[in-house]
């Protein structure tokens, strides 16, 4: 008898209620993820491909003479623009709301004349409008001279790569890629090197005020992208107090958005440059001092291999920040053109939303690529821990921690100094004439931008996005984490909880507009409401808060869900009264983490935010835009104190919901 009939059939386990439950709360969110990204990330790319072009010879005309006669046979708009050579090619390639005016191709056309004109599509498709009225079909329409100058012919819609030839043959926009790239190359090289070595005195010195460092390290995260740039140019620009540092050059351009992404991604670098530090084995240095290495040769042959993943990975994160930040270059970028800023000039400045679909894609390349690299170093870092690893203790060496005092020092002058320098502006009366103190700049309703409604509105998006997306993200983590079976079901609802990391906060709010603002879309009611500005934030910043969830329910004992199911628990029960409590840090985290991006976040939300749900961020750029720098500057502060506050909220919350709910954790 073979092994194959003595082990019999293959029997599937019967899947019982709360299997079904589990699978249908993950299909649920699932579905929330295609809705709020797979979808909208099609309608761009679709827009993106889309070109639009007049086709005359697709329409039919016949002109009478003055006594009514019409010519015959009737000849098509090709044939009559061929006679002239009124318009070339490039005249008929236009967006999907060009409009085009025949007149132009009749050289003795007059409104007052009595010659008659009749007019047709050679199919139903064919559309051509007279005023508003649309007309379609090969059916003859008869008009006087006065009427027929209003008729206008629709694009034809058609597939291809015509708006990308169309953008890589604009040397201006063409540009933005090399500026791109060098900016958040430069930004990356300058930002990992100086986290690297403020994270190095962080875990291998003994200096003093490590607290205090790491503290002030993570404050750039409270503050939108815009609030350096507007430092940057009361400390260097026109008028700026140190203005002759620079020996000429200038803070609009390239300096300054160099400097602004090193303030603004620097924490990000230096978190994950320390995770990679304290993971380091203690072994490996006392096999360095045994075979009496210098401490130079210690550092290249076993700090920096222990950390080089934590590198990698910090640097690719560094660039993709900087290569999809929009808020700083477009206030200090002054005519240095980037992506990022391309989108935004090419949708509100044009109204050219296929090229700015285009300068999405393009955006996309760069962002996925970082992305995906990222994700496998990570895992490849992962594999370096070792049950048997010894945490590395720093022994006291004054000249070493003096050394990193002292740079540690400087690295938090210059995050203290951006920010101290941003709420000097939002206090002084009328810069640089008069400095005296006042609070007239924070009299926002005074102000474009929204005024106060705007931060209330924040406060709003902050508390909703926190909320909802913390119930939202935890509970698709748990049931992708603790649903039995179903593995391709959860493998794809991983891939869709990894994707919205690797798509910038620009493609993003533009693929709303294509989605959500089409009004044949059931769900366009939601568009220009508070409802889409959460939709958005949540799902811009799911993927962390995702894989924080996941790192958490790992951590827990399988155990848990066999004796309720022994019980004959529902897993509900065990969800809510073991789950939950215990994955506590973790939920607090994702609500924090929700709430902080949701105050400082702008290019997710530019594109989708109406006249009664303008925000902090964005008023920040409307005011700047106005000339109103100064009163920026202070919508800036009030999001980072607000921040500040939530913070410190958190971090008293934690402590006391942690000593209630984890009391189990001492008792054993």
Known sequence: MSAAEMTGPLVKPKLGRDDWTQRGFMLVIALYLVVALALPLYAMLSKAFSTYAFDLTAFEVQVSDE???????PVTLAELNAGRQVWDKADLTVGSDGRLGLTDLFPDYSFRSPVMYKFRGKTAEDVYLVGSERQTGPEWQEFDSNTFRRLVIRPAKDV??????????????FQSIENSLWIAAISTVITVTLAFWFAYALARSCMRFKGVFRMIAMLPILVPSLLPGIALIYLFGNQGVLKAFLMGNTIYGPIGIVIGSVFFTFPHAMIIISTALSISDARLYEAAVSLKASRWKTFWTVTIPGARYGLFSAAFVVFNLVITDFGLPKVIGGKFNVLAVDIYKQVIGQQNFEMG?????????????????DRQVQKKQVALLSARSVVYEPKPNKLFDRIFLAYSSLVALFIVGIIAMCQFAALVKFWPYNLSLSLRNYNFDLMDGGGWGAYKNSITLAVLTAVIGTIVVFLGAYMVEKTKGFEKGRAAFQALAMLPMAIPGMVLGLSYIFFFNNPSNPLNVIYGTMIILVVSTVTHFYTVSHLTAVTALKQMDTEFESVSASLKQPFFKLFWRVTVPVSMPAVLNISIYLFVNAMTTVSA??????????????????MDDAGDIAPAAAMGMMIFYTNAGARIIHALASRRILRRSEAWRRSG
């Open 605 to 622: 939300v530019v594109f989708l935010y109406s006249t009664d749900t303008a925000l902090a961020s964005v008023a920040v750029l409307n």
């Open 67 to 73: 006594a009514g006669v019409y010519n015959d046979p």
């Open 357 to 373: 679909a285009v300068v999405s894609v393009v955006l996309l390349v760069p962002a996925v690529l970082a992305f995906a690299i």
């Open 160 to 173: 291809g790569l015509g708006n990308f030839t169309r953008y890589f043959s604009t040397p201006s926009l």
